[in-house]
């Protein structure tokens, strides 16, 4: 098995990184952290490693030297800003966080899907937070439903090529992101619990990969509540 891995050098991209090669697999690790990269090479020498930031989208790694074929790509990489002040809409922080979350994807399929094997998979790493509309997560919560919607319609056109689409939601998930978050986080897993989840998934060759069941089961049930309903409780929480 042959994959590539965007956000590979911290959190749930590491973990699939790491353990995708103790298995066996020809992992190729992207980042922009070269030391970080080099750090995991030193847990996994198996490891190929691409250095390069998915914002300069003049200087994605194309692969045209590489004759052979991937099996899977995971886009994983993603960040999380809050707009704290909405009356005082930072757009630039808005832009950053659509730009890595939604944009570098839509780069990453330019330069790599055609290298992508019929038979393969294409992997986004969503989140739960689309399900809700959430207190401060105009940014992420935007990009990240957004996300979703893309894997979805990729399913539909990607179908006539025989490359499949899946697409993860997770929960809280312990990474150096959510280390940032200064509110309660229900029901958080381990990032090493969450790569375990999305590998078996994938093994198992589903379309979504949502978890931890019951938060998302909760998160979804309260989708079912009237809009005007579930605002009240959102701003609470806000």
């Known amino acids: 098995m042959r994959l590539l891995i965007t956000g590979a050098t911290s959190g749930i991209g590491k973990e699939l990184a790491l353990r995708y090669a103790d298995r066996g697999a020809q992992v190729i690790a992207c980042g922009r952290s070269e030391e970080k ?139 150096p992101l959510t280390d940032k978050n200064n509110f309660e986080m229900p029901m958080i897993i381990s990032s090493q619990e969450a790569a375990e989840k999305i590998m078996s998934g994938v093994e198992k060759g589903k379309s979504d990969i949502s978890f931890p069941t019951l938060f998302i089961f909760i998160m979804k049930c309260l989708r079912l509540l009237p809009s005007s309903l579930w605002n009240r409780l959102a701003t609470r929480m806000g």
């Open 37 to 175: 990269l080099q750090q995991l090479i030193v847990e996994q020498p198996s490891i190929k490693a691409l250095c390069f930031d998915l914002l300069d989208y003049d200087h994605y790694p194309d692969l045209k030297d590489d004759p052979k074929l991937l099996d899977t790509i995971i886009f994983n990489a993603g960040d999380c800003e809050y707009i704290d002040d909405v009356l005082n809409f930072e757009a630039k922080k808005f832009e950053r966080v659509i730009n890595i979350n939604l944009i570098s994807i839509g780069y990453g399929l330019q330069a790599w899907l055609k290298h992508l094997k019929p038979g393969g998979r294409l992997v986004l790493v969503s989140s739960s937070a689309g399900i809700l509309p959430l207190p401060r997560a105009e940014a992420y919560g935007s990009s990240k439903a957004a996300l979703s919607y893309l894997g979805k319609t990729l399913a539909i056109n990607l179908k006539k090529h025989d490359i499949n689409v899946t697409v993860v939601h997770p929960g809280f998930v312990e990474t």
